[in-house]
């Protein structure tokens, strides 16, 4: 079950966290994985991991917020049966402390930069006898959390693609869904903690740790089992859904 022989996937922000772990499950079910990330170190560690274990992968220095640079690399890849837009960047503010340039940069890379993936790998996915566009939309997107006013704005414009895209090429045989994660534990967390509160970086990751109702953050892995579930043939019949994957974060945190 879950197979993806014979699929070419293209998974952007595929150099660390989420991205990364969905980029090697799908090498291990058998996709050929094309990773875009501005890292384009961390692209190439990912691929290296994934060669160990005898997968295909194949790594791109891109800046996804840049149309013309996003397009290029879809050029050179060609076939796309699978559209994993996971490249994005977190920022914390509330309306009246957020800068024009933050929200602008927010903006940029989390809203253009999956236009920019969906306008470049769109008119590939058609020829595809099973496309399908996996989004990454967060909680952010359907409940109130404080001071991520710009990221909140950018997942929700997230959530509506996802419906807007999958009702819009639902004609040429395309799927499009969302996964809403709440807090995974990722290098990003950690950078996070030790940037805002050096020296309490233990009592700071319980705090957030037991945000989540389940007493814990959700692993890379975890999100990465259920990216792979809505792009594989298995879940032929699911549209225009978003998937929150939180240890019961929107529903029991009363």
């Given at each position: 079950?879950f ?7 293209i ?5 660390s ?39 295909t ?12 640079e ?9 076939q ?11 920022h ?34 058609k ?45 040429d ?29 233990k ?43 939180d ?8």
């Amino acid at each position: 079950m879950f197979s993806l022989e014979g699929k070419t996937a293209i998974v952007t922000g595929g150099g660390s966290g989420i991205g990364k772990a969905i980029a090697v499950l799908f090498a291990k079910q058998g996709a050929k994985v094309h990773i875009i990330e501005l890292n384009a170190a961390a692209a190439a560690e990912t691929v290296a991991e994934i060669k160990q274990h005898q997968g295909t992968a194949f790594a791109y220095g891109c800046d996804v917020s840049k149309q013309q640079e996003v397009l290029t690399v879809f050029k050179e890849i060609g076939q796309i049966d699978i559209l994993v837009n996971n490249a994005g960047i977190a920022h914390i503010g509330k309306a009246d402390t957020t800068s024009e340039e933050d929200f602008t940069r927010v903006f940029e890379v989390n809203v253009k930069g999956a236009y920019n993936a969906l306008f470049a790998a769109i008119p590939f996915l058609k020829k595809s006898t099973s496309p399908v566009i996996l989004n990454m939309a967060s909680i952010a997107a359907l409940v109130g959390i404080t001071d991520r006013f710009a990221y909140s704005m950018s997942k929700g414009a997230i959530y509506a693609m996802t419906l807007s895209v999958a009702r819009d090429y639902m004609a040429d045989g395309i799927r499009c869904n969302s996964i809403s994660p709440a807090r995974v534990h990722t290098p990003f967390v950690d950078g996070f903690i030790a940037k805002n509160y050096a020296g309490q970086e233990k009592e700071i990751f319980e705090k957030l740790s037991k945000s989540q109702p389940v007493g814990r953050m959700g692993k890379p892995e975890e999100v990465a089992a259920l990216a792979l579930y809505l792009c594989a043939e298995e879940a032929g019949f699911i549209t225009g859904n978003d998937y929150p994957i939180d240890g019961g974060f929107i529903k029991l945190n009363n």
